[in-house]
């Protein structure tokens, strides 16, 4: 009887060891995957807030006009998409999306470059007509980019 409750005793403290042990590893996941959803977390957010530094950039360059407004507001639509998509449905950047979407059927670099020189001039026409037309807006919008306070990045 004795040596059965000395094996049943034996049994047990090798059960709880494995037990601890599992629980232990069990703990150690937890905590590792807690750290690596903060630095998912935190990569996120600096991405996140690299897009809208660059977004700022661009935006500044247009207002100083050292980018064609075209060209700026296509690299704005692909920026905004990226940080959030909800900004296409914001009222502050109408002229912005409503130039892009006016403007993305042209072709750019070597699309353009394969064109003869009777149809670039006829879209740079119609690309000079859009941005003459668009410019006050699409440069007040710019502006508002410049300190404008995405929701993604401000939650609250």
């Known amino acids: ?41 935190a990569a996120w957010r600096e991405h996140q807030e690299e897009l809208a530094k660059d977004l700022r950039f661009i935006a500044n360059a247009m207002v100083q006009g050292q980018c064609e407004l075209t060209e700026g507001c296509m690299r704005l639509q692909y920026l905004m998409d990226k940080l959030d998509e909800e900004l296409k ?43 003459d037309k668009n410019r006050e807006g699409i440069l007040e919008e710019a502006s508002t980019l410049l300190s404008y306070r995405f929701e993604r990045l401000n939650p609250n």
């Open 1 to 41: 009887m004795t040596l059965l409750l000395i094996a049943a005793a034996i049994v047990l403290i090798v059960l709880s060891a494995v037990a601890g042990h599992y629980l232990w590893q069990v703990r150690q996941m937890k905590r590792k995957q807690a750290e690596q959803i903060k630095q998912n977390q």
């Open 89 to 131: 449905n914001k009222t502050e950047f109408h002229r912005i999306h409503q130039h892009y979407a006016e403007t993305r059927h042209m072709p750019t670099h070597e699309a353009y470059k394969a064109l003869d020189r009777k149809a670039q001039f006829k879209l740079d026409n119609e690309r000079f007509r859009l941005e």
